[in-house]
């Protein structure tokens, strides 16, 4: 896991992300129809992160930490680490989402939160189908739902996970992501 920091990886995750929202309306799966999701993982602004085994681009996100909620600069109840805009790699999303999952559950103990926040589109009714089996396999893997919103005309349902340090995951997941200041916040993105 490591930030995109050349031109070329941020192509690769904007062709990632175009190829992640074209097979989900190929699927006639939820996804966002308001944004120019692409255009964002050409910021420098934004901390787009991927996951890579190989060379080869897996998954990207964008990382947004939580204000806390208690004295300046602590990470005290409600204050999370968020995951924005998750796409993986079409045909692979299982085991993609249990590295992720792994991943974003220790790197919010590393930075002393309490657990990871994230969202996902859902139809108006998703306790069917393709979202309800998506739904289950999150939560088999430690996500709980937390409720639904409507952000921007669209409907998500939110997500929580508990951080949780697991040192043996460094053997499995290399982490070159930057542990940022404590300064840094950012809650407006989603994921998918």
Known sequence: MRSLRTDAERAEAVALVED?????????????????IPELFW?????TVGLFEDGLLLACMILGLE???????????????LLHHVYTLPEHPDDIVRLITLWSS????????????????APREPNTGPTRRFL??????GWTVTGT?????????????????R????????????????ASSDSKGRTS
């Open 43 to 47: 910021s420098k602004e934004l901390r």
């Open 20 to 36: 992640r929202l074209g097979w989900l309306t190929r699927h006639g799966l939820p996804k966002p129809a308001g944004a120019d």
């Open 149 to 165: 919103a409507a952000l921007f005309g669209e409907h998500v349902i939110r997500l929580e996970l508990r951080a949780e340090a």
């Open 67 to 81: 204000a806390g909620s208690g004295r300046e600069g602590s990470a005290e109840t409600g204050s999370r680490l």
């Open 106 to 121: 220790d790197y919010a103990a590393r930075l002393d939160r309490p657990g990871v926040r994230a969202e996902t589109y």
């Open 167 to 182: 040192p043996p995951l460094l053997l499995l997941i290399r982490c070159e992501v930057p542990l940022p200041l404590p």
């Open 136 to 141: 289950d396999r999150l939560q088999e893997m």
